[in-house]
């Protein structure tokens, strides 16, 4: 597909309907396209994992600069789309499957690893599962390089610094395994059917080690969710909420000794404020 009007003529020659339930809005700008391939950092070395292809535009742009492509998409009515749109590419595998269904272990392996392929990930998110998404790509040890487009306030959330307000715990689960920046903004208006949110790249780069010192990796994400649990609530109303087996004189107390004032919301504190607080309240079980 060269420009628009043959990617919106293919749609049109398979009588394609947009699914809102899918979160379906296809990106039909080039040169926006072109850009997001390059920002992948895909290259002849690289196996690109893409998720929701749609009509497989971006997924051409990728194929042309990396060693393969492998693209997850859920609609069966867009495989004849994408065999088509596609059918000049031999370094592209399409999978009709629901990616969050998928071990992505076994996947990168076979169509990445096995060819000494370095795994990337680079997709256009619905916006509908986002955040499960991202959280199976974030469990998958070896993409050690994620870029997707998303909502543009999820994407500022997801690459705010640490101890911002505007967080939440999902990003706070993201900068615990990933740095995060966000590349450039996307208007609505380069999407069809068109959107009601703007967008923006994001790309997740994984640490070589977690961003914070935890001594017990399931209690610390118990602690940094309870915290954001009753978001208008203080740090101790809201932790006693989310972990029922701590009074909340406990809670109060390990809070004190870390200097954390007691009317303290759990949006303020960073990612090391936590896992600080998630080893106080562990050492309380063992007296």
Known sequence: ?????????????????????????FLTDLDIINAIADASGADMNSGVLEIGPGAGILTAAL??????????????NLSPILKE????????????ADILKLDLNSLAEKY???????????????YNITTPVLEKLIQ??????????LQKEVAERLSAPDGDPGGGAFACYVRY?????????????????????????????RRERPAADVSD?????????????????????????????YAKTDILQAMKKL??????????????????LSRELLSKEDI
């Open 217 to 245: 990796e399931a209690f610390f994400f118990r602690v940094m969710r309870g915290g954001f649990l009753l978001r208008r609530k203080t740090l101790v109303n809201s932790l006693s909420a989310a972990l029922p087996e």
């Open 140 to 149: 998958t040890p070896c993409l050690k390089n994620i870029t997707v487009l």
């Open 259 to 276: 200097n954390l004032p007691e009317n303290i919301r759990g949006e303020r504190l960073k990612l090391q404020d936590f896992a600080d």
């Open 85 to 96: 749109s596609l059918a000049g590419f031999d370094n592209i595998d399409i999978i009709i």
């Open 112 to 126: 990445f690893l096995s060819l000494n392929l370095n795994p990337i990930v680079c997709a256009n998110l619905p």
């Open 63 to 76: 194929a042309r600069r990396a060693g393969k492509a492998l693209a997850i998409e859920l609609d069966q």
């Open 177 to 205: 395994y990933m740095k995060s920046r966000l590349l450039f903004e996307i208007p609505r208006d380069k999407f069809i059917p068109v959107p009601k949110v703007d967008s923006a790249l994001l790309r997740l780069t």
């Open 1 to 25: 597909m060269k420009n628009n009007l043959n990617y919106i003529d293919l749609l049109n020659k398979y009588h394609f309907h947009f699914s809102k339930s899918k979160g379906q809005n």
